[in-house]
């Protein structure tokens, strides 16, 4: 990424994955499918069960959203209702994709479908898409659910390679 938050080209660009308690499963099955991302040394992703015991965890996923240089929003109903989302996470993620000097990509998963139309994540671009380039939610690709995580992190290494903004 270029915005100055990466200063050595050596460093890895960092990724933070936001969700919900009760979407934890998809966050882990998202985490599974970004490992060649991370083994690769292409991405550092971080999630709030990194925290290490004792830490200050507002304050260490405020600090891990600020210095993010892809930010990856894990959404259903769930995780829209999240007091801690709607006012926290939620908020500077959006603010950071809408600042022009800001580099930060942020990249929306519908896991589990809700009335997005009418939700300011509507202005974004929504992944998975299916053959058809319809919006399908994670949950509603069945067998296929791998096809969909696969997509996902195509496009998140595709953003790693051109180092742009997506949404």
Same mark, same amino acid.
């Given at each position: ?14 990724? %933070? ?9 998809? $966050? @882990?099955? %998202? $985490?599974?499918? $970004? ?10 992703? +971080? ?9 200050? +965890?507002? =304050? &260490? ?5 600020? =210095?993010?240089? /892809? /930010?990856?929003?894990?959404?259903? @109903? ?6 801690? /989302?709607?006012?926290? &996470? ?23 479908? %809700? ?10 671009? /929504?992944?998975?898409?299916? &053959?058809? *380039?319809?919006? *399908?939610?994670?949950?509603? +690709?069945?067998? %296929? =659910?791998?096809? @969909? +995580? ?11 390679? =051109? ?5």
């Amino acid at each position: 990424m270029t915005d100055g938050k990466v200063a050595d080209s050596k460093s890895i660009p960092q990724l %933070f994955v936001s969700y919900t308690r009760v979407d934890a499963d998809y $966050c @882990a099955e %998202f $985490c599974k499918h $970004c490992s060649v991302l991370v083994d690769s040394g292409l991405v550092d992703l +971080w999630y709030d069960e990194m925290l290490a015991p004792g830490a200050d +965890w507002e =304050k &260490e996923i405020n600090t891990r959203l600020v =210095k993010s240089d /892809i /930010i990856v929003l894990l959404i259903s @109903a769930d995780y829209i209702s999240s007091e801690f /989302i709607r006012s926290v &996470e939620m908020p500077l993620a959006l603010r950071r994709h809408a600042d022009p000097t800001d580099d930060v990509a942020v990249v929306p998963v519908l896991i589990r479908n %809700f009335l997005y139309e009418v939700h300011d994540l509507s202005k974004l671009n /929504i992944l998975p898409k299916d &053959e058809n *380039r319809r919006l *399908r939610p994670v949950n509603r +690709w069945g067998e %296929f =659910k791998d096809d @969909a +995580w696969t997509q996902v992190v195509q496009r998140i290494y595709n953003l790693l390679s =051109k180092g742009q903004k997506d949404g």
